[in-house]
Antibody, heavy 120, light 110 residues
Framework: EVQLLESGGGLVQPGESLRLSCTVS????????MTWVRQAPGKGLEWVSS????????YFADSVKGRFTFSRDNSKNTVYLQMNSLRADDTAIYYC?????????????WGQGTLVTVSS | QSVLTQPPSASGTPGQRVIISCSGS????????VYWYQHVPGTAPKLLIY???QRPSGVPDRFSGSKSGTAASLAISGLRSEDETDYYC???????????FGGGTKLTVL
């Protein structure tokens, strides 16, 4: 069974940093693209970032470009979202999502999400 | 403002058929597959339709998807009370080099 487990969420102050982790099981991470999607309170789903299976290609939403980085350690079955210079509007549930063999070939399944709250 | 446009709400009575639309452009729906998700707040979104009209195993055939040009739609027939939740369309956007989502449609079963 494919499973994704996010961790690392929490309460931080504006300007601080946080690193989210997503540990997967049930599939070979090295063969799949991965994506982060978030949902702010009362809002819809918003794509954050995607990384290719090999890790060479990374894509970011304009809202996080230059502040967030996406990395992967296939040997640990884990991907990471490093979030710097956090702002109040980054407050959201962050979902880790399994992709296909390319970044554009589907998003499924999703993890349960981890809550990030940016507030002073 | 979402790149893909969905109606914010839809409704129907038990047993009815409801259609949720999703409008995009050449760079997303026009050139790429459309995916539909059912999202109960507080839980992981669930894939309902992939590649425009394919249903994953375990998804009832009451759910169906279609695409024409730069628009797509999700049809739910035989509406049931447990269908009352949020639905999102998604597609890859070649111009943005990223995923785009609709703003979500809240379905109410009257």
């Amino acid at each position: 069974e494919v499973q994704l487990l996010e961790s690392g969420g929490g309460l931080v102050q504006p300007g601080e940093s946080l690193r989210l982790s997503c540990t997967v099981s049930g599939f070979d991470l090295s063969h799949y693209a991965m994506t982060w999607v978030r949902q702010a309170p009362g809002k819809g789903l918003e794509w954050v970032s995607s990384i290719s299976a090999g890790g060479r290609s990374r894509y970011f939403a304009d809202s996080v470009k230059g502040r967030f980085t996406f990395s992967r350690d296939n040997s640990k079955n884990t991907v990471y979202l490093q979030m710097n210079s956090l702002r109040a509007d980054d407050t959201a549930i962050y979902y880790c999502v399994k992709g296909g063999n390319t970044t554009w070939s589907g998003l499924d399944p999703w993890g349960q999400g981890t809550l990030v709250t940016v507030s002073s | 403002q979402s790149v893909l446009t969905q109606p914010p709400s839809a409704s129907g009575t038990p047993g009815q058929r409801v259609i949720i639309s999703c409008s995009g452009s050449d760079s997303n729906i026009g050139d790429n597959y459309v995916y539909w998700y059912q999202h109960v707040p507080g839980t992981a979104p669930k894939l309902l339709i992939y590649r425009n009209n394919q249903r994953p195993s375990g998804v009832p055939d009451r759910f169906s998807g279609s695409k024409s040009g730069t628009a797509a739609s999700l049809a739910i027939s035989g509406l049931r009370s447990e269908d009352e939740t949020d639905y999102y369309c998604a597609s890859w956007d070649d111009s943005l080099s990223g995923w785009v989502f609709g703003g979500g449609t809240k379905l109410t079963v009257l």
